[in-house]
């Protein structure tokens, strides 16, 4: 069983930056993903980022890519969402997941095994 508690969101304004936490627990795998989802209210869950444990390998959502990074503390078991220039469109709750290991680097929803309970993130004009 994995845990993952998500930590950092708030009020900002446009322009400002963020970085959002997520601590993880439990047992790991080496091999697995860890991922950054959002959801604004009325719609779906939306791929961010993901980061590939053991080779530290990064992956972006278009909406995103450019401003935000996703890196890991391995000491620390720790995944960061580093945003930037953050846009009222980014208001959405925001979820750390995690994937057991699969044969390519999982960016929906259903690919992931292991959720944060979200924190939100809301960014005004």
């Known amino acids: 069983q994995v845990q993952l508690v998500e930590s950092g969101g708030g009020l900002v304004q446009a322009g400002d930056s963020l970085r959002l936490s997520c601590a993880v627990s439990?047992?790991?795998?080496?091999?697995?993903?860890a991922g950054w989802f959002r959801q604004a209210p009325g719609k779906e869950r939306e791929f961010v980022a993901a980061?590939?444990?053991?080779?530290?390998?990064?992956y972006y959502g278009d909406s995103v890519q450019g401003r935000f990074t996703i890196t890991k503390d391995n000491t620390k078991k720790t995944v960061y969402l580093q945003m930037n220039s953050l846009q009222p469109e980014d208001t959405a709750v925001y979820y750390c997941?995690?994937?057991?290991?699969?044969?390519?680097?999982?960016?929906?929803?259903?690919?992931?095994?292991?959720w944060g309970q979200g924190t939100q993130v809301t960014v005004s004009s």
């Open positions: 439990g047992r790991t795998f080496p091999s697995s993903t």
């Open positions: 997941a995690a994937a057991l290991p699969r044969l390519r680097v999982p960016r929906i929803r259903r690919e992931y095994d292991y």
């Open positions: 980061l590939t444990w053991s080779e530290g390998n990064t």
